[in-house]
């Protein structure tokens, strides 16, 4: 009865338990294939495989023989191999014990809910990693269906700054450190392989954060920085990230931008501990840091706006509009940038006041 719903089909992969201990990664942009290759440099041997959105992303894969390269913090390339890899299908059937959504956050949902009939529904464990806040509870909503369900949701949020290397096929870029900190959203954590996989990947150096306050301040602080970086750089059509803040008007909106974000921030902080680092100035000046190290990268966020996609900026600048909205304070410039991204308007330097 507990299965009522299920084809026969499911229950039987399910009970072959053919994926056990298999990682899958759904999503293979730059974080994706950093956390992959990241797992494999120090556990060759750990089963991975790659989901990827598209035929073209498949074939692309395997024009790169189906490697991944990294150049790591030293310079240094280093290349994983023995990788499998599948398109995105929610006609296949088998299982998924261990996942890692490293999806754009407007098709976590949408990709989640095609994988979702693989889950373990009582030993699976997914981590959830991409930008923004507010996705992460639709995607839980997601498996609430399913009778007696036992699946751990993680949040991880990392910091770490990886650019796609545009010479090499399925090259990335590791420029600057930052940890991957994870926390349990909802689930038992008792049993948690994959967590344990990644802690043990240095170039990740991920810790399993216990507080939950620890992991609402990792993800808002993460949140800081994409509200400022991406909107900024997809108006002011700035296509390096370094370049951002030498732009006199984007400057002084980021000036501005802050304000806004910082108040709200602070205001969704359960209470004043910790407050220092989401002062306006030190946000700004971490957005200008990591603008820094990313200086080569063109963000998500214009890369999204150019190729016609939906952006992430509901996620983002549209949750700090909600958040204002919830606690009274108004957040007139993330609006107006909201409105700027979704119509694909730029701002040209004459008409930033
Ligand atoms: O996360 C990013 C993004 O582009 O989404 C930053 C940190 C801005 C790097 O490009």
Known sequence: RAFKGYQTAHINEFLKDKNHGRIHILGAGNLGKFIAHSIKLSAPEQPITLILRSQDRLDGFQAAEDRIMCRNLEGIWQETIGYKYEVLDPNEMRRIRSLIVATKAQDTVDALRQVKHRIHPTAGEILLVQNGMGGHMSAIDLFDDIPMARIAFWAGVCSAGVTADPEIPFG??????????????????????????????????????????????????????????????????????????????????????????????????????????????????????????????????????????????????????????????????????????????????????
């Open 172 to 353: 990335i870029q590791h420029n600057g450190g930052g940890q991957l900190v994870m926390g349990l959203l909802r689930g038992l954590p008792q049993d948690r392989p994959m967590m344990q996989r990644l802690v043990e990947s240095p170039p990740l150096q991920a810790v399993v954060t216990e507080s939950g306050r620890q992991l609402h301040e990792a993800l808002l602080t993460k949140l800081a920085v994409n509200a400022i970086i991406n909107p900024l750089t997809a108006v002011y059509n700035c296509h390096q990230n370094g370049e951002l803040f030498n732009q006199p008007s984007a400057e002084s909106t980021a000036t501005a931008l802050v304000a806004e974000i910082g108040a709200v921030l602070r205001a969704s902080l359960p209470d004043k501990v910790g407050r220092a680092e989401f002062e306006n100035e030190a946000l700004l000046n971490l957005a200008r840091r990591v603008a820094q190290q990313t200086a080569g990268n063109t963000s998500s966020m214009l890369q999204d706006v150019m190729a016609g996609r939906k952006t992430e900026i509901d996620y983002i600048n549209g949750y700090i509009v909600r958040q204002g909205k919830h606690h009274g304070i108004p957040t007139p410039i993330n609006e107006a940038l909201c409105d700027m991204v979704k119509r694909n308007k730029s701002i040209t330097d004459g008409d930033a006041s």
